[in-house]
T-cell receptor
Framework: GAGVSQSPSNKVTEKGKDVELRCDPI?????LYWYRQSLGQGLEFLIY????????KSGLPSDRFSAERTGGSVSTLTIQRTQQEDSAVYLC????????????????FGPGTRLTVL | KQEVTQIPAALSVPEGENLVLNCSFT??????LQWFRQDPGKGLTSLLL?????REQTSGRLNASLDKSSGRSTLYIAASQPGDSATYLC???????????????FGKGTHLIIQP
């Protein structure tokens, strides 16, 4: 079946603009995750959804970042008033989440959205 | 706070060699550990997942082990090939208070080059 898809694949924006990044998880996966990979940095966990709810938003870098998930499927990550330090690859992953045993929660990643803030 | 370290940061070996990549983590309260590969400009491909109750997993030429008590995992690649060249990432799934698992904590990766 289809894997995790993300759009757009590349986004160039000007400082101060808002951007929306989209993630479409694997069908049937109830858990969805957003990560950020900055140049020279490791992968940083941002937020996790189980169904439509996000139990912990503390991983979001600032209050300019928000995420939502509706219908237990597609998620959008929104960055308001973008800054140059927001430039990174934003990766989305999905998994079975709490449907399966806690240890068997393999995450599958999408190709990412490369965001460049000029 | 969970921290994951991978050693070495980079490795270059001739084709055909067997090699070991190392991963260590600071908090043993984990659900699982996952190994990924990342090719330049691409997303992550899951290679192996080891549940916290397991000691190892195998897939083809890859074997991953987990020693939760010492906070270590190794990824063994047998008979390396040029197509194995990529960055290998170790990631730990930590206990989430409500059950299930929240985000993975990643190491910075081992950049592997297999020379033809």
């Amino acid at each position: 079946g289809a894997g995790v898809s993300q759009s757009p694949s590349n986004k160039v924006t000007e400082k101060g603009k808002d951007v929306e990044l989209r993630c479409d998880p694997i069908s049937g996966h109830t858990a969805l995750y957003w990560y950020r990979q900055s140049l020279g940095q490791g992968l940083e966990f941002l937020i996790y959804f189980q169904g439509n709810s996000a139990p912990d938003k503390s991983g979001l870098p600032s209050d300019r970042f928000s995420a939502e998930r509706t219908g237990g499927s597609v998620s959008t990550l929104t960055i308001q008033r973008t800054q140059q330090e927001d430039s990174a690859v934003y990766l989305c992953a999905s998994s079975l989440g709490r449907q399966g045993p806690p240890g068997d929660n393999e995450q599958f990643f999408g190709p990412g959205t490369r965001l460049t803030v000029l | 706070k969970q921290e994951v370290t991978q050693i070495p940061a980079a490795l270059s070996v001739p084709e055909g060699e067997n090699l070991v990549l190392n991963c260590s983590f600071t908090d043993s309260a984990i659900y699982n550990l996952q190994w990924f590969r990342q090719d330049p400009g691409k997303g992550l491909t899951s290679l192996l997942l080891i549940q916290s109750s397991q000691r190892e997993q195998t897939s083809g030429r890859l074997n991953a082990s987990l020693d939760k008590s010492s906070g270590r995992s190794t990824l063994y690649i047998a008979a390396s090939q040029p197509g194995d060249s990529a960055t290998y990432l170790c990631a730990v799934g930590s206990i989430f208070s409500g059950g299930g698992a929240d985000g993975l904590t990643f190491g910075k990766g081992t950049h592997l080059i297999i020379q033809p």
